[in-house]
């Protein structure tokens, strides 16, 4: 599995050319043979505070991301590392590391916000990189995480509010880490001391007040609260002395500062054993091949003036797998049925029921790697190859028992067309030497094994054409009177009727059968897909929980700060989710 995850040094996933993103063809290549679940970690920040040297650390190198020791910003676009998860051998871990934000030479921060926003959708842990202390001016450069409901849209219906629409980023956002760099200050609050996540969480109190200067204070912290459930401070001593800090990705742990190089260590240990796997609304799980539908969803969106949209994402990549678990399905079932299926099959009823043991477990296949099938549209198309694929093996299974009983009545009865040409049945008493004769042969016909389901029709359609010779050997019997030789064709009329009837009774079977499986098939295909609709529906309602447990906390802490204001702003929010958990057949009043 490493080598899946093997590459030697970074690539640039989204490039960034004159402010417009592209995306980069051989970092795709690359995330489309990862088969595993994938932790996303992205890092976000100021340009020259030492992000690609926290990223290096995440991948145990020294050296990849450029770190670049000039006041040149070195990161353009986004990039990408791609290595093994050093805690968890079934997943993988890749490193996303931004263009610093707020580069002087840039001049526009239209694309800082896009590259910001990008992380933002792109990672399961969002680490976002300052220097110094969690101040007014910290926040003041946060100001893109108050511009996400610009940026970022979760719903793509035109009739969502864009309050109700940002509501809901709590569910796909990721975990929030702040790591403080150069951090010289001593970690109290009120003489006491305190860990840095409570300094964090003091950081992101608000301020009483109506005025621009308190709204433009409590807006980023705001959104921090609001979108982010979970969050982790890092406090990072100075490195190094300042001369020595253009060498940092050749200096060894020794000739760091020892404090720093421990934060370091609890900053990966924390990464490795607590960042989740890139999930999506529906607890759908993001492997290489899905976090490159993803990037080329959102930087297709971009380009085109459209905002990213994760419903649309989401619905973009079921496209791509809904279509691919169909495929799946029905190669299941071809080498399945090529195992099992040995034509013909003596009965029709032999056959339906292979293709039901195979069709059942294809419809499984199918269930499995497809999601958000949007009114079972790929499932219906299954539904009607399968049912193709049914119907192709019936006239195949027809054909080879039609072939095979034609054989057989050649290679039977061909030393009796011999010796009728040869006259030995044109003599007194030959038509009932010739009748026992074709008794006999019927016997031997009907005793051979595996002659599929034509058999009866091909034997009576073979003794049909061989009627006028019969009924010539028949007249031409001298032994037999004119009554008796009309009692023989009546006989023989009689019998032929029989035959007939028979046949349309076997039809009628037939068409019974397949009528059933027709139902037996679709009975199938609701049975699996109310098994899948219900796991979906609990999986809903369990994110919703968790979204609703999380706005109530939040509006509780509001409510005890004394923000009326803004609990009351939340608590449409959670009406709202209310009523969509009612919806969907459950209402968890908490």
């Not at 497809?370 to 190859?385: C, G, I, N, P, Y």
């Not at 002659?451 to 050997?473: C, F, H, P, R, W």
């Not at 039809?507 to 019974?512: C, D």
């Not at 009528?515 to 049975?527: A, F, M, P, R």
Request: charged residues 25%; contains cysteine; neutral net charge.
């Amino acid at each position: 599995m490493a080598s899946e995850t093997h590459m030697p040094a970074p690539v640039c996933l989204i490039e960034n050319v004159k402010g417009q993103l592209k995306v980069n063809q051989e970092a795709l290549r690359i995330l489309s043979a990862i088969t595993q679940p994938v932790v996303v970690v992205a890092i976000v920040g100021l340009y020259r505070t030492g992000k690609s040297y926290l990223m290096n650390k995440l991948a145990g190198k020294k050296k990849g991301f450029s770190l670049g020791s000039t006041v040149q910003s070195h990161t353009k676009g986004i990039w990408m590392w791609c290595v093994p998860h050093p805690k968890d051998s079934k997943r993988s871990l890749v490193l996303l590391d931004t263009e610093g934000l707020g580069d002087v030479e840039k001049g526009d921060n239209q694309n800082d916000s896009w590259i910001f926003a990008l992380a933002i959708l792109l990672s399961s842990t969002f680490v976002y990189n300052s220097m110094g202390t969690i101040n007014q001016q910290a926040m003041d450069q946060l100001h893109y995480v108050t511009e996400l409901t610009d940026r970022i849209r979760a719903k793509s219906a035109p009739d969502t509010s864009e309050v109700q629409d940002s509501a809901d980023f709590v569910s796909f956002f990721p975990d929030f880490v702040w790591a403080l760099r150069d951090f010289s200050l001593q970690l109290e609050i009120d003489g006491n001391s305190v860990c840095p996540d409570s300094y964090l969480e003091n950081s992101l109190k608000l301020q009483q007040g109506t005025s621009e200067k308190v709204k433009n204070y409590n807006l980023p912290r705001l959104c921090i609260r609001k979108f982010f459930p979970k969050k982790k401070c890092f406090i990072f001593d100075r490195p190094a002395q300042r001369k020595k800090l253009a060498q940092l990705e050749t200096l060894h742990d020794d000739e760091l500062d020892s404090e720093f190089v421990g934060q370091v260590a609890e900053f990966c240990s924390y990464i490795f054993s607590s960042a989740k796997t890139k999930t999506l609304p529906g607890g759908i799980q993001v492997n290489g091949p899905r976090l490159e539908s993803l990037v080329l969803t959102y930087v297709s969106a971009i380009s085109s003036g459209d905002l990213p949209c994760m419903e649309n994402a989401v619905l973009a990549l079921a496209q791509i797998e809904n279509s691919a678990a169909v495929q799946k399905a029905l190669a299941h079932y071809d080498q399945h049925m090529g195992q099992k299926v040995q034509l013909p099959t003596d009965t029709l009823q032999e056959l339906l029921d292979l293709h039901r043991a195979c069709e059942r477990e294809a419809i499984k296949i199918f269930i499995k790697h497809s999601f958000k099938d949007v009114d079972q549209v790929f499932q219906k198309e299954l539904a009607a190859q399968l049912e193709k694929k049914r119907d192709h093996f019936c006239e195949q299974n027809v054909k080879a028992s039609s072939d095979r009983c034609s054989a057989l009545l050649q290679d039977i009865f061909s030393p009796l067309e011999e010796e009728v040409k040869q006259g030995m049945y044109s003599k007194p008493g030959g038509y009932h030497l010739l009748i026992q004769k074709v008794q006999n042969l019927k016997k031997k016909y009907q005793e051979e094994p595996r002659k599929g389901i034509q058999a009866a029709e091909v034997l009576q359609k073979y003794m049909q054409s061989k009627e006028d010779m019969t009924n010539a050997i028949l007249q031409t019997d001298q032994t037999l009177t004119e009554k008796e030789k009309e009692i023989e064709v009546e006989r023989v009329k009689a019998e032929s009727a029989e035959e007939a009837a028979k046949r349309l009774e076997e039809m009628q079977k037939k068409t019974q059968e397949m009528l059933e499986q027709k139902e037996k098939s679709y009975q199938e295909h609701i049975k699996q897909l109310t098994a899948k609709m219900e796991e979906e529906r609990a999986q809903l309602i369990k994110e919703q929980e968790q979204t609703l447990a999380l706005k109530l906390q939040e509006q509780a802490n509001l409510l005890r700060e004394g923000f009326q204001n803004e609990s009351r702003q939340l608590q449409s929010e959670i009406k709202q989710l209310k009523e969509n958990m009612k919806k969907n057949g459950k209402c968890v009043i908490l």
